[in-house]
């Protein structure tokens, strides 16, 4: 069982502690990092002993966060989890399930938070973990250095893919703007964070683009990418995460479906869908599942059978979509 606890609170004991390791999850995300680094730098500005910890290393696009990681050069005294989830989340590597064994504080706005610390300050309301962390910091009395607002900006725009989730709200937009005040470079932040790919990942997409097709009057988009197209673009795989969402951007698509070979051969599915439509029904009659607007399955079989299969589906949910109107 977890103690829940308000801001002031987990500021108030985080200014009591000292020694402290800060907790990542694993696959590390701008809001995962940026809250790490962030309370990283805060504590440090208040006299402590403190450095980050995850499974994976840092994203080299995140170099600027400029945190200490974890050398085992002083022995954690307490242990907070920024964005994490689930003990599971942490890791395996890095020494991390030694080092996580005992969770003291976590800060987190997944509504699945397990409750898994001593003391949880959750918001499920946040956009991202960083608009916690700004208030914890702020309840910490420690003003925003230019670090720190580059730091859980990074976050804020990375979990709200730079302001545009319906996840965004009111005051997602008043923490950045404070965080702008304090010195947050936006301008090259985003480019960094949304306007900057691989060489790898444009022909990939390229190659993906020379396989959009249209379905059902038009009202489903659909790219592909073999195995072998894959490969030949050397592209990083975790690089084409949002390939997924080019198909829904044409005018008139309702549904846009993202195919990419996996190397055993099986085809995973990515469906994302306009307002009014499931695409987790979709997902769902193919043994798969997600959200509401964005979902996914895998199946075995060749182009044509995944093809011919999830199309079947989509067309169902669309014309189930239209009855509902
Ligand atoms: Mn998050």
């Known amino acids: 069982m977890t103690e829940e606890l308000t801001v002031e609170q987990m500021a108030a004991r985080l200014k009591e502690a000292d020694d402290i390791l800060i907790l990542c999850h694993k696959n590390p995300d701008g809001d995962t990092m940026g809250c790490g680094a962030a309370l990283y730098h805060a504590l440090c500005s208040l006299g402590k002993t403190a450095a980050v910890l995850c499974s994976d290393p840092v994203p080299p696009n995140f170099g600027y966060m400029?945190?200490?990681?974890?050398?085992?050069?002083?022995q954690p005294a307490t242990v907070v989890a920024a964005d994490v989830a689930s003990l599971q989340l942490f890791g395996e590597k890095n020494h991390v399930p030694e080092l996580a064994h005992h969770v003291d504080f976590c800060i987190d706005h997944h509504a699945g938070n397990g409750g898994y610390a001593d003391y949880t300050l959750l918001d499920e309301t946040a956009a991202a973990t960083a608009e916690l962390m700004a208030q914890v910091i702020e309840a910490m009395q420690v003003p925003f250095s230019p670090v720190i607002a580059d730091c859980l900006y990074t976050a804020l725009a990375t979990d709200t893919g730079c302001f545009k989730f319906s996840s965004t709200t009111a005051r997602t937009h008043t923490t950045a703007a404070k965080l702008i005040e304090a010195g947050a470079r936006i301008g090259q932040l985003n480019k960094i964070l949304f306007d900057t790919v691989p060489r790898e990942r444009m022909d990939a997409e390229r190659m993906a683009l020379d396989h959009l097709e249209y379905y059902l009057d038009g009202r489903c988009?659909?790219?592909?990418?073999t195995r072998e197209e894959i490969a030949e673009s050397k592209v990083d795989?975790?690089?084409?995460?949002?390939?997924?969402?080019?198909?829904?951007?044409?005018?008139?698509?309702?549904?846009?479906?993202?195919?990419?070979?996996?190397?055993?051969?099986?085809?995973?599915?990515?469906?994302?869908?306009?307002?009014g439509?499931?695409?987790c029904a979709i997902a769902r009659c193919l043994?798969?599942?997600?959200?509401?607007?964005?979902?996914?399955?895998?199946?075995?079989g060749n182009l044509e059978n995944t093809k011919n299969a999830i199309l079947a589906e989509a067309e169902k949910e669309l014309s189930r979509s239209l009855e509902g109107q």
């Open 237 to 275: 795989p975790a690089d084409l995460e949002d390939l997924t969402g080019l198909p829904l951007r044409v005018a008139g698509v309702q549904i846009g479906i993202t195919l990419r070979q996996q190397p055993s051969g099986s085809y995973r599915i990515s469906i994302r869908t306009a307002e």
């Open 221 to 225: 988009a659909l790219i592909y990418l």
């Open 287 to 300: 043994g798969g599942g997600g959200h509401n607007r964005a979902a996914g399955c895998e199946l075995e």
């Open 277 to 279: 439509v499931d695409a």
């Open 66 to 74: 400029d945190m200490k990681l974890y050398d085992g050069s002083f």
